[in-house]
């Protein structure tokens, strides 16, 4: 198969989360563990730090990745989901898996793959491992794809875990209440491995507790860290990333990294790692925003950010998932903007005129667009040089764009 047949393959054989939602969330393990068994158990080959979280996992991923690369190690790094190009999950010191390493681990592997009826994401994770082992890094950064308890990469014992947040998302899967997706975070504590938790909740931290003395792992809340450092990363909101980060890297045994390196790693994240979509500045005059904001607690950091920039008029490209739950975010968005609905192309997307009708409700105004291309489009044609244009609401909105 060519690389796209073999994605083609990949997306359409089996059930995948990015498009059919809960229905691809398997909450078991055994598929993954018999693939790893399958593969030699390539996850015990190198060394890891695992990274879950509501919001900030993915920043905090890369953060982590691109300090080791700076203290001159060989890095791998998986995250999900991807927004361009499948092989952005799959990374060593910033360069992409190739099409041709896709493409023969599914072709050696896909007999199995039916057999056992492994899903999109599982496939992904053991490309992932298999890879990282094959190359001989000296660590990888490994992204929690949802919850963790029952996450394709919780087969992992890490030299450190981290919990970045917790906020109410995914809770048809992970629970109605903090305490419960707290619970299925914490799934990622490992016995006698510590772990950082970066931000404190009255709510979720004794959940944390619990299961640290549980595991025997010692666990530390980041605090302020002794000094400041900069990110490349834009966006005020990560600053709290940072403190996780940093304490992570702290207490991380092993490794030979240097105050230097911690700076131009965080100061270097984007050209280290190549991330997307997180506060991303695609044009001035007007000034365009894209940021993969997509739960309460991530919006409510991203449009508390916009309240700070100074412009003329607000226009707000906007697409969302159907698993969304509206009245949780609805609100946040400011009334005074003029909205520009749009439908991505995936099966889990929302309706655009769906989407304005409930916005409606919440005084937001604007058209609903058959595509996201199309409301952008709109969007740059309204805006004056002094205006800003957002972009957001979902990953698959943002992907578009890209």
């Avoid at 995250?79 to 092989?87: A, G």
């Avoid at 039916?114 to 000296?138: H, I, K, N, R």
């Avoid at 001035?284 to 739960?295: G, Q, R």
């Avoid at 008029?313 to 909205?339: E, T």
Wanted: aromatic share 10%.
């Amino acid at each position: 198969m060519t690389y796209q047949e073999t994605l083609d393959w990949m997306f359409s054989q089996l059930p995948m989360y990015q498009k059919e939602g809960k229905a691809a969330f398997k909450a078991k393990l055994d598929n993954i563990q018999a693939l790893s068994k399958h593969l030699g158990h390539p996850e015990t080959r190198f060394k890891s730090i695992h990274v879950a979280g509501t919001n900030g996992k993915g920043s905090t991923s890369h953060m982590l990745a691109s300090i080791l690369q700076e203290a001159g190690y060989k890095v791998g790094l998986y995250t999900s989901p991807h927004l361009k190009d499948f092989r952005e999950r799959i990374r060593i010191n910033g360069t992409e898996i190739s099409e041709a390493d896709v493409i023969r681990f599914v072709d050696v592997n896909k007999s199995f793959f039916e057999t056992q009826e492994l899903s999109f994401f599982e496939m992904t994770v053991g490309m992932a491992f298999d890879y990282f082992a094959a190359q001989q890094v000296d660590i990888s950064i490994i992204e929690v794809g949802l919850g963790g308890r029952l996450d394709s990469t919780n087969i992992i014992t890490p030299e450190v875990s981290v919990i970045t947040n917790i906020g109410l998302d995914h809770t048809d899967m992970l629970g109605e209440t903090l305490q419960e997706i707290a619970y299925e975070k914490g799934g990622i504590i490992k016995k006698g491995v510590p772990v950082v938790i970066s931000e404190y909740h009255e709510e979720t931290f004794p959940v944390f507790k619990e299961i640290a003395a549980a595991q025997q792992s010692q666990i530390l809340l980041a605090g302020d860290t002794e000094r400041s450092y900069t990110t490349d990363l834009l966006g005020d909101y990560q600053e709290k990333n940072i403190r996780g980060v940093v304490a992570a890297i702290r207490l991380l045994q092993g490794f030979i990294i240097e105050e230097k390196h911690i700076e131009s790693g965080l100061g270097n994240v984007v050209k280290n790692t190549g991330l997307l979509g997180r506060w991303q500045v695609l044009g001035h005059f007007p000034l365009v925003i894209a940021d993969t904001a997509h739960n309460r607690e991530g919006l409510l950091l991203v449009l508390k950010q916009l309240k700070r920039l100074s412009y003329k008029n607000l226009h707000i490209v906007l697409g969302v998932v159907r698993d969304k739950k509206l009245s949780d975010i609805l609100p946040l968005f400011p009334h005074k903007a003029q909205y520009y609905f749009c439908q991505p192309k995936i099966s889990r997307a929302l309706s655009a005129a769906e989407l304005r009708t409930e916005a409606n409700e919440f005084f937001l105004k604007g058209d609903a667009y058959a595509s996201v291309n199309e409301a952008y489009k709109k969007a740059l044609k309204n805006a004056s040089k002094q205006d800003l244009v957002y972009i957001g609401g979902s990953n698959f909105v943002v992907a578009e764009i890209l």
